[in-house]
């Protein structure tokens, strides 16, 4: 009876040495685990809109009665005009575009290019566009090829003069830019511009 009582008593004293071991034993486990899943600061990421700025500038003229520039016409002269789209320093890249609008009579008695580097939209009259990649400094690009427009040979003195402040020519530029990104067409672009894939 002695013999069973130490043997059990044996037993229990082996059996708290052994959960203490493994209590150690979790212990020391946990503190590695611990230490392996620690956790580094967290990062921030900062989405920008790098935008595109874009101004349209000529050098003036006569300054008619609404502000705009007058120019004298007298038959087959080259007339100075040298509007110009400045693409500013830090913009995105963009497609450009000038539209140049021009009075019902304007192909009876003028006459322009687009300069060079500026591509006929298809599909939609008087609209040009170039693609523009992104630059830190100012790109500058001329709009009238030799910064002219130029009034026909055939044009006379007599349709001159019957003119009126209602009829004179007029040739209106304005330009626009879209971001390159996402927008894999000019057409598309210019239709986010608000102008329209084909003509009216």
Do not use: H
Request: net charge negative; glycine share 8%.
């Amino acid at each position: 009876m002695l013999k069973i009582l130490r043997l059990a008593r044996q037993s229990r004293r082996t059996m708290v040495l052994l959960i203490a071991a493994a209590v150690a034993f979790c212990g020391i486990a946990g503190g590695t685990v611990a230490f392996i899943m620690a956790r580094s600061a967290p990062v921030q990421n900062v989405f920008i809109m790098e935008g595109i700025a874009i101004d349209l500038t000529e050098t003036p003229a006569g300054e008619g009665s609404n502000g705009e520039n007058r120019y004298e016409m007298v038959p087959g002269a080259l007339i100075d005009k040298d509007p110009q789209v400045t693409v500013r320093g830090g913009s995105m890249a963009a497609w450009v575009f000038v539209k140049l609008e021009k009075s019902e009579n304007f192909d009876a008695f003028m006459t322009y290019a687009p300069a060079e580097g500026w591509l006929p939209l298809e599909d939609v009259e008087n609209v040009y566009y170039r693609a523009v990649e992104a630059d830190e400094e100012d790109q500058i690009f001329r709009v009238l090829e030799d910064n002219q427009v130029k009034v026909k040979d055939d044009v006379t003195v007599l349709a001159l003069r019957a003119l009126t402040e209602e009829t004179f020519p007029t040739l209106t530029i304005t330009a626009y830019a879209v971001q390159q990104a996402g927008v894999d067409a000019p057409a598309q672009a210019w239709t986010m511009a608000g102008g329209t894939e084909e003509t009216p």
